[in-house]
């Protein structure tokens, strides 16, 4: 049995009692534990919600996660409070990615190509967000669909990225722009580093 369509998508009576009821209300009991036993509660309880959680993972209180099953996330993933992460149109993170607090990754859009139906009825564009490994989102930082961050990277706080980001460049800005590229130092043959 499906359920009437409310906001253009279509629920099934599963997915509203064990989804969008029992997981979701755990969820937002978890993320109010305060200090240490929060962080372990929370990373009990996403390992067991994303569709896959490597190890290392850090979730601080008032995190957010919508549609943790569309989310991968790699090793050593940090994420600060207040983070909004909607996984709508998936998301993958890569391992080493430190999320600074109040940041916001949006994998969807909505339609709005018709004018005489109300935006909430048109549907959703899902569009995926990946982010390699050793990126650092800035504090307040908005990560758009379909935009995808490259290796090494570092996004200033405050920026709205709406365009792929390339490896090892710092991006900044609204909407943000590139400020610079980060050097790749070598390692010489005796072990001395070269700049």
Request: glycine content about 10%; cysteine-free.
């Amino acid at each position: 049995m499906k359920l009437p369509v409310v906001v253009g998508e279509k629920i099934s009576v599963y997915d509203l009692i064990f989804k969008y009821t029992i997981r979701d209300f755990l969820l937002g009991i978890v993320k109010w534990i305060p200090a240490s036993p929060g962080i372990l509660a929370r990373m009990l309880a996403y390992k067991i919600v994303l569709k896959k959680s490597g190890k290392g993972l850090r979730v601080a209180e008032f995190v957010t996660i919508k549609f943790p099953e569309n989310i991968i996330v790699g090793n050593n993933v940090s994420f600060n409070e207040y983070d909004w992460i909607d996984g709508n149109g998936l998301i993958e993170i890569g391992d080493y990615v430190s999320v600074g607090p109040r940041v916001s990754l949006i994998s969807f859009d909505h339609e709005y190509s018709d004018p005489e139906k109300p935006v909430k009825l048109q549907g959703k564009i899902l569009a995926k967000i990946v982010i390699q490994n050793n990126v650092w989102l800035g504090a307040g930082a908005i990560v758009r669909a379909g935009v995808t961050i490259g290796e090494g990277s570092v996004i200033g706080a405050g920026s709205i990225v709406l365009k792929d980001v390339p490896p090892h460049t710092v991006v900044a800005g609204v909407p943000a722009k590139v400020i610079k590229m980060i050097e790749i130092k070598k390692t010489a043959g005796n072990g001395e580093i070269d700049a």
